[in-house]
């Protein structure tokens, strides 16, 4: 097991994670090729029907024996094997199912004579359905009784989040976040409200097909543990390279006012309360509730200050540089 812990490894996940023999992992998201045509270095993603839900159980059926009583199962999949993998999931490997999640994006791939494509499935398995990690605190957001309507009802400690999760972009060619040797690339701050909910500080987040290398990164930032499979050496050689480039800038910034998961949070807060960032540091009230909901979510007892909050929203969004 120790030889998988902190890596990235080369490899078919089926036969790799098949050789372990103790479970290990808290959490595992899993974002497999959906049998599209994509174009990946090594993989080719035009299999027969039968063939691609087969090995779809047998991937599906590895993860489950290294996935610990207590863990949580995500998938990643798209319209055409979305009710194949929740059957597998249910009826033979008896996980239980606690959300159906969409994920809509923006920034589709463009059609000619039918919608555009915006959404992809994410299914949110336990192995128990009464024993695993759910951090509401990480995930909560400023409800618009909050943030619009100054609803005296409003729960202080914001609201969970729809099952539609619509303020995460697809990583598109012009974005910093866009790693130019993997076509697609899933964004981090998708995977940062799935391990930050999902699994603890330590805890050891496991991704089969870890392309770009996204859930490692996100995992590393968050500090947790991280085991990543993929079976071309390629991608495998350039994650790497992501993984110690965000190791080397966590070590350069431990000595600024907000820690690296602190000002990876300030991010996924900003994006998910979808305020713009003139109105946010302009309003006291908001950049109050803003605060607020932050340190809920870090959940350490720590007193933020909204003026430093908001220098830093305006850093962190390049606004001052904008204004
Ligand atoms: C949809 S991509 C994953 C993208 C990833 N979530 C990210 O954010 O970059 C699927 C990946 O699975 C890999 N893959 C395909 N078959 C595999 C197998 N049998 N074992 C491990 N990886 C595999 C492909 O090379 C590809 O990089």
Redesign the pocket.
Known sequence: MDKLLNKIIA????EILNGVKKPFADLIFA????NIGYK????KDSRKKEHYIDWTRQ?MEACCNVLKPSGSFYIAIGDDYAAQVKMIAEDELKLFCRNWIIWHYTFGQQTKNKFARSHTHIFYFVKDKKNFTFNDFAVRAPSDRQLIYKDKRANSVGKMPDDVWSCYSRVCGTFAERQGW?P???PELLLARIIASSSNPSDCVL?????????AAVAVKYGRSYCG????ES?VKNADKRIAQIKSQISNLKSQIFSPIELEEIKRLFVETGLSIARLVKNAKLLEIFTSQFSLRMDNNKKYDPVQMASVIKELTGWDKRS
């Open positions: 490899g078919d996940c089926i974002d497999p090729p959906f990946y270095d090594k993989y991937w993997h697609c690339q899933m991704d089969p097909f870890i392309g770009s290398g996204t859930t499979i993929d079976v071309s991608y």
